[in-house]
């Protein structure tokens, strides 16, 4: 079965750039998660979706980065424009469900080290 | 504020010794515990996990962690480590009064020295 997977694994921008991560879930995995993690951290909840919809945002900072989930598989994270505070790796995770309970164990992609001069 | 600690940064030890990291978390009432692992260049891998039942969980590799309810713990054991288990590992908690999310604590950097 194939994991999570992420592209690209690694982006170098200039601040005020904008920048897109993408993320494939593991084939039926109706959860997707998207994580910062910054160096010496674990990672941290940026937003939640149960298949398109976007349950939990409440972490995201909504003047600069988007995430889209279309059609419930595939998604998208978005930043733009880019600030030096944003240097993290981005995470994306996905699990059958969420809420409490053995469906809702995530499984990790590889991530998105971005890098912002 | 609702967290999870963990808390050793770094720690060394030689091959063969056992392991025992630390995680607390201050959630009440129902939790799901984790730990995965990051290998050094590798994503997240799931460790091991507690959802009931026997507090004493068996993961990968030969791990092991015990989930004390009193104590709001889950301490990762390895009773003999290989130079192969260098890597860091992250507890994390799901806990039902935290809107469902999974909060990780800050990690724990594990260095095996041959």
């Known amino acids: 079965e194939a994991g999570v997977v992420q592209s690209p694994r690694y982006k170098i921008i200039e601040k005020k750039q904008p920048v897109a991560f993408w993320c494939n879930p593991i084939?039926?995995?109706?959860?997707l998660y998207w994580y910062r993690q910054n160096l010496g951290q674990g990672p941290e909840l940026l937003i939640r979706?149960?298949?398109?919809?976007?349950?939990?945002d409440s972490q995201l900072p909504k003047d600069r980065f988007s995430a889209e989930r279309l059609k419930g598989v595939d998604s998208t994270l978005k930043i733009q424009p880019a600030e030096l505070g944003d240097s993290a790796v981005y995470l994306c995770?996905?699990?059958?469900?969420?809420?409490?309970?053995?469906?809702?164990?995530?499984?990790f992609g590889p991530g998105t080290r971005l890098t912002v001069l | 504020a609702q967290s999870v600690s963990q808390h050793n940064h770094h720690v060394i030890l030689s091959e063969a010794a056992s392991l025992e990291l630390g995680c607390n978390y201050s959630?009440?009432?129902?939790?799901?515990l984790f730990w995965y692992v990051q290998y050094p260049g590798q994503h997240l891998q799931l460790l091991l996990k507690?959802?009931?039942?026997?507090?004493l969980v068996k993961g990968i590799k030969g791990f092991e962690a015990e989930f004390i309810k009193s104590k709001f713990s889950f301490n990762l054991r390895k009773p003999s480590v290989q130079w192969s288990d260098t890597a860091e590992y992250f507890c994390?908690?799901?806990?039902?009064?935290?809107?469902?999310?999974?909060?990780f604590g800050s990690g724990t950097q594990l260095t095996v020295l041959p």
């Open positions: 995770a996905s699990s059958l469900t969420s809420g409490t309970g053995p469906r809702n164990t995530q499984y």
């Open positions: 084939s039926g995995h109706n959860t």
């Open positions: 979706y149960e298949n398109e919809e976007a349950v939990d």
């Open positions: 959630y009440g009432g129902t939790v799901n």
């Open positions: 507690y959802f009931s039942g026997d507090p």
């Open positions: 994390a908690v799901n806990a039902a009064s935290s809107a469902r999310q999974l909060t």
